[in-house]
T-cell receptor, first 115, second 116 residues
Framework: AQTVTQSQPEMSVQEAETVTLSCTYD???????LFWYKQPPSRQMILVIR??????QNATENRFSVNFQKAAKSFSLKISDSQLGDAAMYFC????????????FGQGTRLTINP | NAGVMQNPRHLVRRRGQEARLRCSPM?????VYWYRQLPEEGLKFMVY????????ESGMPKERFSAEFPKEGPSILRIQQVVRGDSAAYFC??????????????FGQGTRLTVV
């Protein structure tokens, strides 16, 4: 079974600075998908960025980018120019291409932005 | 196009009562997933349904929990004889038929169940 580990329960960053959230995963599959979700206090799960394992190029979405290291099974999220609205819980998730294609989530990292 | 609708947003039940959580997927979506989030934890998969069929219920507790997605109407997650340990946020996500795994799963805002 796949597992996802986020080793940083909490992180904080100064507004306008850059922060990196860590995520590692374990799988025996060669093709899969990885996601970062943001969960603000409203509880709404918001997709931040996605990465397809067969693509070597790291995904980027405006201020958000990932460092995908397939051999190391690492998938970190970098947030540049942090804004107050980025404060939230961030979850890394793995999605298999087989069967139910369910999401396997990490434990989450609570990100605080200091003004 | 309305998003995934879950109701109620908050539900309080006494121990031993039944809880019914509803999820209306996005229009055109026929795949529904239920996840549970315990306090300070990530979401855990419970069950995956397509219209009138349970496809994968490997994350469902063996007793007291059931789910359905009828041909007409919302998907229902039912918890019978609730206990304090059932207190959690329950999320529903939907995706379209034939969706690729990189397709975004659209989440509802969740139902927070509190058992007193």
């Amino acid at each position: 079974a796949q597992t996802v580990t986020q080793s940083q329960p909490e992180m904080s960053v100064q507004e306008a600075e850059t922060v990196t959230l860590s995520c590692t995963y374990d799988t025996s599959e060669s093709d899969y998908y990885l996601f970062w979700y943001k969960q603000p206090p409203s509880r709404q799960m918001i997709l931040v960025i996605r990465q397809e394992a067969y693509k070597q190029q790291n995904a980027t979405e405006n201020r958000f980018s990932v460092n995908f290291q397939k051999a190391a099974k690492s998938f970190s999220l970098k947030i540049s120019d942090s804004q107050l609205g980025d404060a939230a819980m961030y979850f890394c998730a793995y999605r298999t291409i087989q069967g139910a294609q369910k999401l396997v989530f990490g434990q989450g990292t609570r990100l605080t932005i200091n003004p | 196009n309305a998003g995934v609708m879950q109701n109620p947003r908050h539900l309080v039940r006494r121990r031993g009562q039944e809880a019914r959580l509803r999820c209306s997927p996005m229009k055109g979506h026929s795949h529904v997933y239920w996840y549970r989030q315990l306090p300070e934890e990530g979401l855990k998969f419970m069950v995956y349904l397509q219209k009138e069929n349970i496809i994968d219920e490997s994350g469902m507790p063996k007793e007291r929990f059931s789910a359905e997605f009828p041909k007409e109407g919302p998907s229902i997650l039912r918890i019978q004889q609730v206990v304090r340990g059932d207190s959690a946020a329950y999320f529903c996500a939907s995706s379209p038929p034939g969706g690729r795994p990189n397709t975004e799963a659209f989440f509802g805002q969740g139902t927070r169940l509190t058992v007193v």
